[in-house]
């Protein structure tokens, strides 16, 4: 189960998580497509606003459609930066290096690690998670109500956004060259929480039917961020060194 990478680049993601059989929540209707993000210079990663969406109706014939929409706003400067160490990976490291191919990846990596953790399956993250964060979770996840273990799960189609939070390269004392990832990822989650905790939790309900059937959402973030060695001889692999679920694993 480790992340391993592929020698056609990033592909590593998608193929190396091949984990036992998981629910995933059928495909949704593609949404209708959301207005014109109006142009911005603040936040992380984009110059204007973006979108992602899901829309979900009951059974044929039942009830209005309904659509959680996601807005991010980020900066030009942010945006800049990134791509320019984008170009650095693939100019001195891997060149075919593609983030999109790495988002991908990253969000069933997440959805994988996620729900492992909320059925306290750690021992199935040997290979995934570092040793030291290891270590940390199986002290947090012992400690967890059931409703906050519950949150911690990510299915694959309930991810709402996805976004890089930060890029670094650099070396260590012996010489060794790394790259990481930060990915923060936006998603939508059943569990039984108070409205008011998570204190970034916003709360959604979404009607399936007539006005006397919800189902409430929490809209919910998460930290990951993936590291892999890149000194001659390493292995190819990518881990996860960062795991952040604010106000649920802290």
């Given at each position: 189960?480790?992340?391993?990478?592929?020698?056609?680049?990033?592909?590593?993601?998608?193929?190396?998580?091949?984990?036992?059989?998981?629910?995933?929540?059928?495909?949704?209707?593609?949404?209708?497509?959301?207005?014109?993000?109006?142009?911005?210079?603040?936040?992380?990663?984009?110059?204007?606003?973006?979108?992602?969406?899901?829309?979900?109706?009951?059974?044929?014939?039942?009830?209005?459609?309904?659509?959680?929409?996601?807005?991010?706003?980020?900066?030009?400067?942010?945006?800049?930066?990134?791509?320019?160490?984008?170009?650095?990976?693939?100019?001195?490291?891997?060149?075919?290096?593609?983030?999109?191919?790495?988002?991908?990846?990253?969000?069933?990596?997440?959805?994988?690690?996620?729900?492992?953790?909320?059925?306290?399956?750690?021992?199935?993250?040997?290979?995934?998670?570092?040793?030291?964060?290891?270590?940390?979770?199986?002290?947090?996840?012992?400690?967890?109500?059931?409703?906050h273990r519950d949150?911690?799960?990510?299915?694959?189609?309930?991810?709402?956004?996805?976004?890089e939070g930060d890029?670094?390269?650099?070396?260590?004392?012996?010489?060794?060259?790394?790259?990481?990832?930060?990915?923060?990822?936006?998603?939508?989650?059943?569990?039984?929480?108070?409205?008011?905790?998570?204190?970034?939790?916003?709360?959604?309900?979404?009607?399936?039917?007539?006005?006397?059937?919800?189902?409430?959402?929490?809209?919910?973030?998460?930290?990951?961020?993936?590291?892999?060695?890149?000194?001659?001889?390493?292995?190819?692999?990518?881990?996860?060194?960062?795991?952040?679920?604010?106000?649920?694993?802290?």
């Open positions: 189960m480790a992340l391993r990478a592929a020698t056609g680049g990033c592909r590593w993601l998608a193929r190396a998580l091949a984990a036992p059989a998981l629910a995933r929540v059928p495909p949704l209707p593609p949404p209708p497509p959301p207005p014109p993000p109006a142009a911005a210079a603040s936040g992380l990663l984009l110059a204007r606003a973006r979108f992602a969406s899901t829309a979900g109706q009951g059974p044929a014939g039942e009830g209005p459609q309904r659509r959680v929409v996601v807005v991010r706003i980020t900066s030009p400067f942010a945006w800049l930066r990134t791509r320019f160490y984008y170009l650095l990976i693939r100019l001195y490291f891997d060149q075919e290096f593609s983030i999109e191919e790495f988002t991908r990846g990253a969000k069933q990596a997440f959805s994988v690690v996620s729900k492992l953790l909320s059925q306290r399956k750690l021992e199935l993250l040997d290979e995934l998670v570092s040793a030291e964060v290891l270590q940390v979770l199986k002290e947090k996840i012992s400690l967890l109500p059931d409703s949150a911690l799960a990510a299915d694959i189609d309930s991810i709402m956004y996805t976004t890029v670094r390269i650099y070396y260590d004392d012996d010489g060794r060259k790394f790259v990481s990832i930060l990915m923060c990822f936006w998603y939508l989650n059943g569990a039984n929480l108070p409205d008011e905790v998570p204190g970034e939790t916003k709360v959604f309900q979404v009607v399936f039917g007539d006005e006397s059937s919800k189902e409430k959402k929490h809209l919910l973030t998460a930290n990951y961020e993936f590291q892999r060695e890149f000194t001659e001889g390493a292995k190819p692999d990518w881990t996860i060194t960062r795991i952040e679920h604010p106000r649920l694993l802290e």
